[in-house]
């Protein structure tokens, strides 16, 4: 018979895993991440979603066309079947893509992703790089996940195909990442992104109901900006979830800027900052909550910045924080929830449990019939 030492590490070992399990220790992960056959039942990820993204339900069913990308090449007026752009631009309907194997892409142009379209890399090595982002442009329900982006350079204005297959002359973007322009409902989920001439993530010009999770942001200046500019005040309405993320090495500032919306910034990990983690102008409200934040240097401590340095009316709450190395959080005004409904609503983690939380943020290494 086992003795009582041993039933209790045994138990202790089951308990451990059922809060930090190795196949995913946060609320998005372990929806799915724990099933051996992911890849068979990729559409599960769709309901794996918190935040003001919601449940990405639209995306999947039967009716969604399952699409392989079997060629890294890029025409951005003529889309060759088999590219990512005929399937993320060109085919009609709701579409489920993935990659047949790992690949570098290089966009011509940005690539301008429809609605009820999700961008599935889990499997696959899979590249976006040396060239331009992507653009969600007036679409919703979208999906991006699995993918590494980086090293994005703006592009000189050119002839492009958009969502209904139009060609258009778009202008060049600013060697963004991911840019969202107008668009709601969208999910950017276990990306890998760095180095781009930009940012490496804009939500702007009215867009909203947004969740970003799982992603790892490092080597870049200007992370993420919630916002358009400070005279765009349809961004009231904004709403980011920003949660599981990884931020750095070697990142500077906004992570995230916020301009007018509401940011719910929880359960991320702040590997150090230059100018500041935090920031933001036109009175928006965040809830930091759970965070972990790790000052990077003597002249760096302060999370959060400001513009301008007023703002005394602003409502910025830390909740339940970490501050280690000296980082600390100016707080004013009050404590404004999010307000979830039942399909966007999670329970915050302790700021102790964030490096086990966000120890897989970015583009994962899976294999089709393992638990990833």
Not at 4 to 17: M, R, T
Not at 156 to 165: E, L, M
Not at 197 to 226: A, R
Not at 326 to 350: C, D, E, I, L, M
Request: charged share 20%; aromatic share 8%.
């Amino acid at each position: 018979m086992a003795s009582k030492e041993f039933l209790l590490l045994a138990f202790l070992f089951v308990l451990h895993g059922a809060t930090t399990n190795v196949h995913g220790g946060n609320i998005i992960d372990r929806c799915w991440r724990r099933q051996p056959n992911w890849a068979a039942n990729r559409q599960r990820l769709a309901v794996c979603s918190v935040g003001f993204a919601g449940k990405m339900r639209q995306n999947r069913g039967p009716g969604v066309i399952a699409y392989m990308v079997t060629d890294p090449g890029d025409d951005p007026v003529r889309p060759r079947p088999g590219t990512l752009r005929y399937g993320a631009t060109v085919l009609a309907g709701k579409v489920w893509i993935t990659f047949q194997r790992g690949m570098h892409i290089r966009l011509a142009q940005p690539l301008f992703v429809k609605s009820f379209t999700a961008i599935d890399g889990r499997g696959a090595d899979v590249h976006i790089a040396g060239g331009a982002g992507i653009m969600l442009y007036q679409v919703n329900n979208v999906i991006i996940q699995g993918l590494h982006i980086h090293d994005c350079r703006s592009q000189s204005a050119g002839q492009v195909v958009v969502p209904g297959g139009a060609v258009q002359l778009a202008g060049g973007m600013d060697g963004d990442a991911i840019r969202l322009v107008s668009s709601t409902k969208v999910w950017i989920d276990h990306n890998t992104l760095s180095r781009c001439e930009d940012g490496l993530l804009d939500v702007t010009v009215g867009s909203t109901d947004v969740t970003v999770s799982n992603n790892w942001f490092f080597n870049h200046d200007k992370v993420m900006l919630l916002g358009h500019d400070d005279g765009h005040a349809a961004d009231r309405r904004m709403r980011v979830t920003v949660a599981f993320n990884r931020f750095g090495p070697n990142v500077n500032q906004r992570m995230p800027r916020i301009r007018h919306g509401y940011a719910h910034v929880v359960n991320n990990l702040y590997d150090g900052w230059g100018h500041y983690a935090i920031g933001g102008s036109m009175g928006p409200s965040v809830k930091s909550q759970g965070n972990m934040f790790v000052a990077s240097g003597p002249d760096n401590k302060k999370v959060t910045r400001r513009m301008p340095a007023g703002g005394k009316d602003w409502d910025w709450a830390s909740i339940g924080d970490s501050f280690q190395n000296g980082a600390f959080f100016k707080q004013t005004g009050s404590r404004v929830r999010p307000n979830y409904n039942k399909h966007q609503a999670f329970v915050a983690a302790s700021a102790n449990e964030v490096r086990s939380l966000t120890k897989d943020a970015g583009a994962l290494s899976c294999s089709a019939g393992s638990a990833c």
